[in-house]
């Protein structure tokens, strides 16, 4: 598996926050989720990549080439799309294919127009009329119409109904049909992620707390539950556990080994819900 993107020990620290020694793959061809909570560091961490901003230590790595503000031209090929819809609204659709065919080599307007048409919006309406769903689709339309290979998305779905955000996921899976195009999509909308995410990164108080491809979450990753007196034989497998009135709910990333040692023990699938509740509220091994 090739990585597109590579970032080895990225640091940043503000008054308040650090990112702490990240370091991570971006498989090419591949969609990979990051999730965390408020002020986990996704944002940070995406703006680092696009060099946005600057970490204070570390490497990136892109197409295995090492990247710093002095040789960035990446403009062309990767396409951040923020939660924040940042549109002249006072242009149309039309206006903005002119602009953007202006700013972007690889700009395709047949596909643009394609993407427009499929979406139903008006093409000679100032983008201030749209609603929020409709300005989003314009988003995505500029964005894929860039041909970019690299598609970065910080919460670039929040605030949609389940159909409008349902087209957007199946553009993002058709985006990586061609397996050389990649997604890395920060969201808090955990469902979407277990449809679409090859990939899952979480992300907590600016540390790596998982970082795995998803069959790999499901083949090493579940849930067990246990009562007190059980629980120290059960820690060598966990990565997490957390607390109830009755009982602990364990997450288990040693599922095989836990299985061998203990055949009888019942198991449930590890969701991304769960993997994100039991690391996020309850104690770390
Ligand atoms: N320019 C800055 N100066 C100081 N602190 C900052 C700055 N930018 C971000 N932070 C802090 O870094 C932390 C991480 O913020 P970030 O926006 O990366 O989190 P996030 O995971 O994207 O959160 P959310 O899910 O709420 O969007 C926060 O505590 C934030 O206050």
């Not at 409709?134 to 964005?143: H, I, Q, S």
């Not at 910080?154 to 990649?182: C, K, M, W, Y």
């Not at 997450?251 to 039991?278: G, Q, R």
Request: aromatic share 12%.
């Amino acid at each position: 598996m090739d990585n597109v993107i590579q970032l080895k020990n990225i640091n940043k620290n503000y008054e308040d926050f650090s990112l702490d020694s990240i370091s991570l793959n971006i498989p090419k061809g591949y969609i990979t989720g990051i999730i965390g909570e408020n002020g986990a560091g996704k944002t940070t961490l995406l703006k680092i990549i696009m060099q946005l901003i600057n970490s204070d230590s570390g490497e990136i790595y892109i197409n295995e080439k090492i990247i710093n503000p002095r040789n960035y031209k990446l403009f062309n090929f990767i396409y951040i799309i923020y939660d924040s819809i940042n549109l002249n609204e006072k242009l149309t659709i039309e206006q903005y294919g002119k602009v953007y065919g202006r700013l972007y080599c690889n700009w395709d307007n047949n596909y643009y127009y394609k993407l427009i048409n499929d979406f139903k919006l008006p093409k000679n309406k100032q983008i201030n009329t749209f609603s929020k769903g409709m300005k989003v689709k314009v988003n995505f339309a500029l964005a894929l119409a860039t041909k970019p290979k690299i598609l970065l998305l910080d919460e670039a779905t929040s605030g949609l109904d389940p159909l409008i955000r349902d087209d957007i996921l199946n553009l993002l899976l058709e985006f990586v049909q061609d397996e050389t195009n990649t997604v890395l999509i920060s969201s808090h909308i955990i469902s979407d992620l277990d449809k679409i995410a090859d990939k899952l990164i979480f992300l907590h108080k600016g540390k790596v707390f998982l970082d795995e491809m998803t069959y790999n979450i499901d083949k090493q990753y579940a849930i067990a539950y246990c009562d007190i007196n059980e629980l120290n034989t059960y820690l060598p497998y966990c990565l997490a556990y957390k607390e109830y009135k009755f009982e602990f709910k364990l997450l288990i990333d040693k599922k095989e080994n836990l299985l061998v040692d203990f055949p009888d023990m019942k198991v449930e699938k590890a969701y991304f819900e769960d993997i994100i509740k039991i690391i996020g509220k309850g104690i770390v091994l």
